[in-house]
């Protein structure tokens, strides 16, 4: 799961109606999923942390911009008016999540090994709020391929080309143009942590999906030479029960 920095409102008051902050929530986080990180071309939702209606409803922070992350359609349905304690939960805006979560090939998502037991319930918690930690529902087109029609499965296929893309950097090193044309692919599919993973061995092209996914590299959970995660994430708006991870 993708850290990000919101940053501050733009406005000096809240939202009304919400959706006016989508333009300035896309602006800084781009057109992606907070949750399964997926790019949403149209559909993106403006997902309330803490839900705005139900039993566990907040309705005070309806317009609030520091309850705003962005959603796709899965995810938000999923979460709809669930509880979320703060501090039970690993949010992409005020934790590193990337920390927290291990991705594979066959789409799956999982806690991250060898994370304190705290830690991990809080992860197992964060997926089970989204529905990622569901296993995929594959389905073949008529030639018995498997069609890619929802987040893990649309996971898998990114893993896939990002490989691919693997390929063609280990094979051109030095060539600048190979390395802008992954970046613009990883941008173009979303799952910036299966691309992390994926080059997990390759500090160059890390730094580079950083600093092109809106709202990463301002997290300030990657080193900015390294990359290496910077644990606890260092929460720079001082969001509620952030740095847990």
Same mark, same amino acid.
């Given at each position: 799961? =993708?850290?990000?920095?919101?940053?501050?409102?733009? #406005?000096?008051?809240?939202?009304?109606? @919400?959706?006016?902050?989508?333009?300035?929530?896309?602006? =800084?986080?781009?057109? @992606?999923?907070?949750?399964?990180?997926?790019? &949403?071309?149209?559909? /993106?939702? %403006?997902?309330? &942390? #803490?839900?705005?209606?139900?039993?566990?409803?907040?309705?005070?922070? &309806?317009?609030?911009?520091?309850?705003?992350?962005?959603?796709?359609?899965?995810?938000?349905?999923?979460?709809?008016?669930?509880? %979320?304690? *703060?501090?039970? %939960? *690993? /949010?992409?805006?005020?934790?590193?999540?990337?920390?927290?979560?291990?991705?594979?090939?066959?789409?799956? $998502?999982?806690?991250?090994?060898?994370?304190?037991?705290?830690?991990?319930?809080?992860?197992?918690?964060?997926?089970?709020?989204?529905?990622?930690?569901?296993?995929?529902? &594959? =389905?073949?087109?008529? #030639?018995?391929?498997?069609?890619?029609?929802?987040?893990?499965?649309?996971?898998?296929?990114?893993?896939?080309?990002?490989?691919?893309?693997?390929?063609?950097?280990?094979?051109?090193?030095?060539?600048?143009?190979?390395? =802008?044309? $992954?970046?613009?692919?990883?941008?173009?599919?979303?799952?910036?942590?299966?691309?992390?993973? $994926?080059?997990? #061995?390759?500090?160059?092209?890390?730094?580079?999906?950083?600093?092109?996914?809106?709202?990463?590299?301002?997290?300030?959970?990657?080193?900015?030479?390294?990359?290496?995660?910077?644990?606890?994430?260092?929460?720079?708006?001082?969001?509620?029960?952030?740095?847990?991870?």
């Amino acid at each position: 799961m =993708r850290p990000v920095r919101r940053g501050k409102s733009p #406005q000096p008051h809240d939202f009304d109606p @919400y959706r006016a902050a989508f333009p300035h929530l896309v602006s =800084r986080l781009g057109n @992606y999923c907070s949750y399964c990180e997926r790019r &949403i071309v149209s559909g /993106l939702h %403006v997902e309330h &942390i #803490q839900p705005k209606d139900g039993a566990h409803g907040h309705p005070h922070l &309806i317009g609030r911009w520091e309850n705003f992350l962005l959603a796709c359609k899965n995810c938000n349905s999923t979460k709809k008016d669930k509880r %979320v304690a *703060l501090a039970d %939960v *690993l /949010l992409p805006d005020r934790d590193n999540t990337f920390v927290a979560f291990a991705y594979s090939p066959d789409g799956a $998502v999982g806690p991250s090994d060898g994370l304190p037991n705290t830690i991990t319930a809080m992860a197992e918690a964060t997926l089970a709020l989204t529905g990622l930690e569901k296993r995929p529902d &594959i =389905r073949l087109d008529e #030639q018995d391929r498997p069609l890619a029609i929802e987040r893990t499965s649309q996971r898998m296929e990114a893993w896939l080309v990002a490989e691919e893309a693997k390929k063609d950097v280990d094979g051109n090193p030095e060539n600048d143009a190979v390395r =802008r044309a $992954v970046v613009r692919t990883a941008m173009g599919y979303g799952f910036f942590s299966v691309w992390m993973t $994926v080059f997990r #061995q390759d500090p160059e092209m890390r730094t580079r999906l950083v600093d092109a996914f809106e709202g990463t590299a301002a997290s300030s959970c990657f080193h900015p030479v390294t990359t290496l995660p910077v644990s606890p994430a260092p929460n720079p708006d001082g969001l509620a029960n952030g740095g847990k991870l």
